[in-house]
């Protein structure tokens, strides 16, 4: 089964910029979404940004400060994120899934596959 695994957490600064990365075990197909979701303490998991071959999803915390991106030949998703604030601050994990819409993975959590979650808190 193939395996998702994220990279690129940890402490920064509000107004800072972290970039993650998420690599999948094996090849993904092009039909596959894939996108980011966090969990703050306390918080249930959110859909942050899902990427597919004719979409992209942010949710509105994010617009304009977060940027994901895809590289096929890598099996890869990154997120940039920029301006980061405070509660910015959760576990971010790598989530897939087959043939769905950007909206059904990151609104509906229509998720197939994780990551195992990494680390992001941003704080002075």
């Known amino acids: 089964q193939v395996q998702f695994v994220e990279s690129g957490g940890g402490l920064v600064q509000p107004g800072g910029s972290l970039t993650l990365s998420c690599a999948a075990s094996?090849?993904?197909?092009?039909?596959?979404?894939m996108g980011w979701f966090r969990q703050a303490p306390g918080k249930e998991r959110e859909g942050v940004s899902c990427?597919?071959?004719?979409?992209?999803y942010y949710a509105d915390s994010v617009k304009g400060r977060l940027t994901i991106s895809r590289d096929k030949a890598k099996n890869t998703v990154s997120l940039q994120m920029n301006s980061l604030k405070p509660e910015d601050t959760a576990v971010y994990f790598c989530?897939?899934?087959?043939?769905?819409?950007?909206?059904?993975?990151?609104?509906?959590?229509?998720?197939?596959?994780w990551g195992q979650g990494t680390q992001v808190t941003v704080s002075s």
């Open positions: 989530a897939a899934a087959n043939s769905v819409t950007v909206q059904n993975l990151c609104v509906r959590a229509y998720v197939s596959y």
């Open positions: 094996e090849n993904i197909p092009d039909y596959y979404v």
């Open positions: 990427i597919s071959s004719n979409g992209i």
